[in-house]
């Protein structure tokens, strides 16, 4: 069983529909990140996480510690965010990251 | 600011030949951790350096090493290529999690290697 575990692994919506993507992991973390890789391979960094909810423009992020899960959210979705998105987790003194196997999310005009 | 600098973006090597690939991270950043991406394994760290030290590294064979300068950047170099080694590798740079300045990886657009 890998240490993160993301589902859907696809993903295909129509334009303006809200999105969730789950990540659930096994292990203790200090943080738990969600990244976004478009095609051309760059990854960026959408949020860092050790509790509670972040919130930046229609992407929210929201983690529940006991229950080892996060997910990410997007509202009223929008072609652009056509992209694989990774969840990541983090451990204090570490700075190693551990990936989840990634969700493709297509968003349909 | 400049965002962290891969270099190069392509890459093609033979067989038994070796590579060496580059990252400059962001400035002020003293950790740099490199990690491989392909689609049957996915991403998987590789190593990563601070202060020029490498302080964790992989499951990865000897062939791969690495090293980080006084100014920060980063070399990783692959001896004796495989095939299986035909991947895309990137960097990612931050302050460190001890730093109170930390707030989360920035990743290069890495370097896509093909071994033939």
């Known amino acids: 069983k890998n240490e993160v575990e993301q589902s859907p692994q696809n993903l295909t919506a129509q334009e303006g529909e809200f999105i969730t993507i789950n990540c659930s992991y096994s292990v203790g973390i200090s943080a738990l990140h969600w990244l976004q890789q478009h095609p051309g391979g760059g990854i960026v960094s959408l949020f860092m996480l050790s509790s509670g909810k972040k919130k930046h423009g229609r992407l929210i992020a929201t983690i529940n510690i006991q229950e080892k899960h996060s997910s990410l959210h997007i509202t009223a979705s929008h072609p652009r965010d056509s992209a694989v998105y990774i969840c990541?987790?983090?451990?204090?003194?570490?700075?190693?990251?551990?990936f989840g196997t990634g969700t493709r999310l297509t968003i349909i005009p | 600011k400049a965002g962290v600098t891969q270099t190069p973006r392509y890459l093609i090597k033979t067989r038994g030949q070796q590579v060496t690939l580059s990252c400059s991270p962001i400035s002020g950043h003293r950790s740099v951790s490199w990690y491989q991406q392909t689609p049957g394994q996915g991403l998987q760290f590789l190593f990563e350096y601070f202060s020029e030290t490498q302080r964790n590294k992989g499951n990865f064979p000897g062939r791969f090493s690495g090293r980080q300068f006084s100014n920060s950047r980063s070399e990783m170099n692959v001896s004796t290529l495989e095939l299986g080694d035909s991947a895309l590798y990137l960097c990612?740079?931050?302050f460190g999690q001890g730093s109170r300045f930390f707030y989360g990886y920035t990743f290069g657009s890495g370097t896509r290697l093909t071994v033939v």
């Open positions: 990541a987790v983090s451990n204090f003194g570490n700075e190693k990251l551990t």
């Open positions: 990612a740079s931050s």
